[in-house]
């Protein structure tokens, strides 16, 4: 049996979840709104303030979406009660980020500025050499976050692009000179 998919999910107070046919799942919080369609074969039940998720037989695809399913609608409670962040670190002589308004303008060694548009529903702010995203939905918030650190990923002689905040780099040593 599934560990995670037999776990109930418990329905924090001022969240509603509405289950509709075909399994779409709509989550709402103090934070927000969100809603996902999740696959047909589970069997998704809400018994009292707790929701479970069954899985019909134990075939192998059975087994893996029993816990990705459960594992989904978990993150959307947790997404409208407390909401996702994720903090990147610019590194680097003459690396900046800076924001204006829903625009985040990244001076990372190029020729030119890089600029990114925040998407619906995430906003990222600035302060020092930290970027932070947050938003209701982690996958948008892990793409984004993703997608940010893509424009310069760190180097691992001198450590200079975005990383994660967490994130632990493996320092090579440089070349020495020729005596």
């Known amino acids: 049996m599934s560990r995670i998919g037999r776990m109930p999910i418990a329905i924090p107070a001022g969240v509603t979840v509405d289950i509709a046919e075909n399994n779409k799942v709509t ?10 369609v999740l696959p047909a074969e589970m069997e998704i039940t809400r018994e009292g303030e707790e929701i479970l998720v069954k899985r019909p037989n134990d075939l192998k695809k059975m087994k893996s979406l029993h816990g990705l399913t459960r594992t989904l609608i978990h993150n959307m409670v947790v997404g409208v009660t407390d909401g996702y962040t994720k903090n990147l670190e610019v590194n680097g002589v003459g690396y900046r980020a800076s924001k204006q308004g829903k625009k ?11 600029e990114m548009e925040d998407p619906e529903g995430i906003t990222t702010t600035v302060q020092d050499a930290i970027i932070t995203v947050s938003g209701i939905d982690k996958e948008k ?16 002689y001198k450590g200079k692009g975005i990383k994660y905040q967490d994130e632990v780099i493996r320092r090579k040593v440089g070349k020495t000179g020729k005596k």
């Open 27 to 36: 989550v709402k919080g103090p934070k927000g709104t969100l809603e996902r």
């Open 104 to 114: 985040l303008t990244l001076a990372l060694g190029y020729s030119h500025p890089v």
């Open 141 to 156: 918030v892990g793409q984004y976050a993703a997608e940010i650190r893509d424009k310069r990923r760190p180097e691992p």
